[in-house]
T-cell receptor
């Protein structure tokens, strides 16, 4: 069955970087895009962008350019989210979610990765 | 891209029906068939409940239904059950092209 398994929670200091992984199993990785979604504590879901797993081309939503980088390692069916120059306001749960084959909505979600930024 | 507008909270008694609205613009909800709805229980990942306005994924109860009129989409839950208590989010494809989420609605089963 389709599964997206994300890396574990991280505690980081302001200014540091973090890389979240999202390993896909149960389907052909390069046939479905991967979305990234942020959820700050007590807040709603926010679409960060997506990466085309066939071409590697990322698309970033407004507000997620510059410090946020989506990447892939197709040899291990894994997508990555790297955030640099971390700020306290980056504290959130980050989800990866597979793009449905017909496109334009996430169908399967990872379990989420909590990133806490604190000195 | 502004978030889609959802009521902050709705409530209903077991067995009743409730409807959650999701209002956007002609550049998102009104312009495309790609409106989907997600259920999120506390501490859990979102779960797809409705896709392409009114389609249910395999395994989702037929008590959940979706519709759209103009720039507003709706999620209806009939025969409310205690396990339906959760947060619900709509999302839509947009002309940018991007995805945009609604602000979320907390459903309380009284």
């Amino acid at each position: 069955q389709v599964q997206l398994v994300q890396s574990g929670s991280e505690l980081k200091k302001p200014g540091a970087s973090v890389k979240v992984s999202c390993k896909a199993t149960g389907y052909t990785f390069s046939s479905y895009g991967i979305n990234w979604v942020r959820q700050a504590p007590g807040q709603g879901l926010e679409w960060m962008g997506w990466i085309n797993t066939n071409t590697g081309n990322p698309t970033y939503a407004q507000g997620f350019t510059g410090r946020f980088v989506f990447s892939l390692d197709t040899s291990v069916s894994t997508a990555y989210l790297q955030i640099s120059s971390l700020k306290a306001e980056d504290t959130a749960v980050y989800y990866c979610a597979r793009e449905a084959l017909s496109g334009y909505y996430p169908d399967y979600w990872g379990q989420g990765t909590l990133i806490t930024v604190s000195s | 891209q502004s978030a889609l507008t959802q009521p902050a909270s709705v409530s209903g008694s077991p067995g009743q029906s409730i409807t959650i609205s999701c209002t956007g613009t002609s550049s998102d909800v009104g312009g495309y068939k790609y409106v989907s709805w997600y259920q999120q229980h506390p501490g859990k990942a979102p779960k797809l409940m409705i896709y392409e306005v009114s389609n249910r994924p395999s395994g989702v109860s037929n008590r959940f239904s979706g519709s759209k009129s103009g720039n507003t989409a709706s999620l209806t839950i009939s025969g409310l059950q205690s396990e339906d208590e959760a947060d619900y989010y709509c999302t839509s494809y947009t002309s940018s092209p991007t995805l945009v989420f609604g602000g979320g609605t907390k459903l309380t089963v009284l």
